[in-house]
C-alpha cells in the first residue's frame, strides 16, 4: 500500500470479526468505507490462539450476518483456525474493502472530519468505528517478586502447546477458561500447579456455548424489559467445563490453590512458608480493551474503557466502538454478539451521516 490520504466517509478500524461485522451493514446501507488492520492476513484473534482452541457452541451458534458460519466436517465444535477461515471467506464473499496491513496510530479530532493517521497516510472519514478487540492487550498483573524470576515468564496470548513444556515444572495464574483449558492439556505433560485468586467457579458439566448463547439472551431481554438483572452466564460460574477440562478435573489436574506470596529467582513463596521451584509461569490473567490508537482525541478512563452510549463514544459522538465486551453492547466480544451490535452502531453512523449531509446542504 502506497502512503496516501483518503476521504472515505467511514474508516473501520480492524479487521477481525467485529470489524467484518460492520463492514456488512455498512455496505449494505450504501456507505463509502475501508477497513484499516494492522494484521497481515484476515482472521483476528482466531489466527493467534493455541493450537487446541475452539469455539464453545457449534458452528451455527456463531453466525455473522448474512452467512452463516459453515459447519467443520468431523467437529462439532470448531477449531479457532476454522473461524480464521470462515472470516477470510466472508471478507472475499462480500468484497470488503479490507486494507492490510494498516496500523492506526492516533485519532485525531476536526470541525467536519476525523484525521485518522496510521503508518500508511492519513484518513479522514466523517465516522469511525473502532473494532480492535483486546488481543493486543495481554493483562499482566503485577505478582511481588516476578521480575526476579529468571524461568520462562508467558501470557496466554503467547501460548501455543503443551509440547514445549513437556516435563516442565508449570505454573498457571489465572481463575478463568484459559487458564482451565491450558491446564487442561499442560496437565498431561507437565508438573502443573494452578494458583488463583479465589476458588475458581466451574459452570455446571451440561453448559456449553448454546446454553450460554440463551442466557446472555435472557439477559439482554430482561434488561430491555426494565426487569431485574438476570446475571447472565456469569451467574453460572466463569468456566465452561468443556470436554477436555472435565477430563483433566476428573483426573484431578485441575485443583486450584491461592496466589503465591511471591516470588523467587527459583520459584514462588506461599504464605504458610512453603517454596516451590517452578521451570515456568504462565499468565492466563485475561486481556484489556486495545485502544491506544483512539488518543489524543479519546482517552480510556482508569478502568481502561471509554464512556459510551451503547457503542457511541460520549465524547465524541462520530466514534463507535465494537466488540471489546459486554460494555459497548450485548455480548459484543462474541461473534453473535458481535453482529448484533453492528447492526445498531451502523444504523446510528448513517443517521450521523445524513444529518450531516443535510446540514451542508
Ligand atoms: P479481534 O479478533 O482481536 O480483531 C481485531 C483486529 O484489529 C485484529 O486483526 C488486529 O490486528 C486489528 N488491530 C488492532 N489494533 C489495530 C490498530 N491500531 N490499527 C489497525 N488494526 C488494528 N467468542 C465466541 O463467540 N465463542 C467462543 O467460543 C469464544 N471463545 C474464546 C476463547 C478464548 C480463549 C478467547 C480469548 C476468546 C474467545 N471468544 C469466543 C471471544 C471472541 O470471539 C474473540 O476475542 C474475538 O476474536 C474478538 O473479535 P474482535 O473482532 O472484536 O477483535
Same mark, same amino acid.
Given at each position: ?73 468431523? @467437529? ?12 477470510? $471467506? ?21 470541525? @467536519? ?33 516476578? @521480575? ?101 478435573? @476428573?483426573?484431578? $489436574? ?108
Amino acid at each position: 500500500l502506497a502512503a496516501r490520504a483518503d476521504d472515505r466517509e467511514v474508516v473501520v478500524i480492524g479487521g477481525g470479526q467485529a470489524g467484518l461485522a460492520a463492514s456488512y451493514f455498512l455496505r449494505r446501507a450504501g456507505v463509502d468505507f475501508a477497513v484499516l488492520d494492522a494484521a497481515s492476513a484476515p482472521g483476528g484473534a482466531w489466527r493467534h490462539g493455541w493450537d487446541s482452541l475452539r469455539l464453545f457452541s457449534p458452528a451455527r451458534y456463531s453466525p455473522l450476518p448474512g452467512w452463516w458460519m459453515p459447519e467443520q466436517p468431523g @467437529e462439532e465444535f470448531p477449531t479457532a483456525g476454522h473461524v480464521a477461515d470462515y472470516l477470510a $471467506a466472508y471478507e472475499r464473499r462480500y468484497a470488503l474493502p479490507v486494507l492490510r496491513p494498516v496500523r492506526v496510530r492516533q485519532l485525531r479530532g476536526g470541525a @467536519e472530519r476525523l484525521a485518522v493517521d496510521t503508518d500508511r497516510g492519513t484518513w479522514r472519514p466523517r465516522a469511525v468505528i473502532s473494532a480492535t478487540g483486546t488481543r493486543g492487550a495481554p493483562h499482566r498483573p503485577h505478582h511481588p517478586g516476578l @521480575e526476579r524470576f529468571t524461568g520462562r515468564v508467558l501470557h496466554s496470548a503467547d501460548y501455543r502447546s503443551p509440547a514445549e513444556f513437556r516435563g516442565q515444572r508449570v505454573l498457571v495464574i489465572g481463575g478463568g477458561n484459559s487458564a482451565a483449558q491450558i491446564l487442561a492439556e499442560l496437565s498431561a505433560v507437565a508438573d502443573t500447579t494452578w494458583a488463583t485468586r479465589r476458588p475458581p467457579r466451574f459452570m455446571p458439566d451440561d453448559v456449553d456455548g448454546r446454553v450460554l448463547f440463551d442466557l446472555a439472551t435472557a439477559r439482554h431481554a430482561a434488561r430491555r424489559a426494565g426487569l431485574p438483572d438476570t446475571g447472565g452466564p456469569a451467574a453460572l460460574g466463569d468456566i465452561v467445563v468443556v470436554p477436555p477440562v472435565r477430563a483433566a478435573r @476428573e483426573r484431578g $489436574a485441575l485443583r486450584a490453590e491461592p496466589m503465591p506470596e511471591r516470588f523467587t529467582e527459583r520459584g514462588a513463596v506461599w504464605s504458610d512458608g512453603s517454596e516451590r521451584p517452578f521451570d515456568a509461569v504462565l499468565q492466563a490473567t485475561g486481556f484489556r480493551p486495545d485502544l491506544p490508537h483512539l488518543a489524543p482525541l479519546l482517552r480510556p478512563g482508569a478502568d481502561g474503557r471509554i464512556t459510551t452510549e451503547g457503542t457511541r463514544s460520549l465524547q465524541d459522538p462520530r466514534v463507535h466502538l465494537l466488540g471489546y465486551g459486554d460494555w459497548t453492547g450485548w455480548a459484543s466480544a462474541t461473534v453473535v454478539g458481535a453482529a448484533r451490535t453492528a447492526k445498531t452502531a451502523v444504523a446510528e453512523v448513517t443517521a450521523l451521516l445524513r444529518e450531516d449531509r443535510a446540514q451542508t446542504r
